[in-house]
């Protein structure tokens, strides 16, 4: 336990940080899991709707510094693959 006021504020800062980081991810993986099931369940439309929900959510994540940019720049480039390879075989 937190023995100094610094630190005391430290501990509080860092609960806060983390529930908002955890909230962030998680919409950030809900967000993710309706393109792949749209993909998965062929629907080309849907896959791009989800698509264009899903990008600005990732970005953000990043800029966030919840996951490093790159990550999330990782993302965004697979999920457009996947749903560009999906359109193309369509």
Do not use: F, Y
């Not at 967000?31 to 899903?54: F, N, Q, T, W």
């Not at 490093?68 to 965004?76: G, Q």
């Amino acid at each position: 336990m937190a023995s100094h006021k610094s630190a005391e504020k430290r501990n509080r800062q860092a609960t806060v940080q983390r529930m908002r980081n955890r909230a962030i991810k998680t919409r950030m993986k809900n967000v993710i899991r309706l393109v792949d099931e749209a993909v998965a369940a062929g629907s080309v439309e849907a896959a791009r709707e989800a698509l264009k929900v899903a990008i600005p959510v990732i970005a953000k994540t990043g800029c966030k510094g919840t996951i490093h940019k790159k990550n999330a720049s990782r993302k965004v480039s697979r999920l457009t693959k996947r749903v560009n390879n999906m359109q193309a075989a369509a």
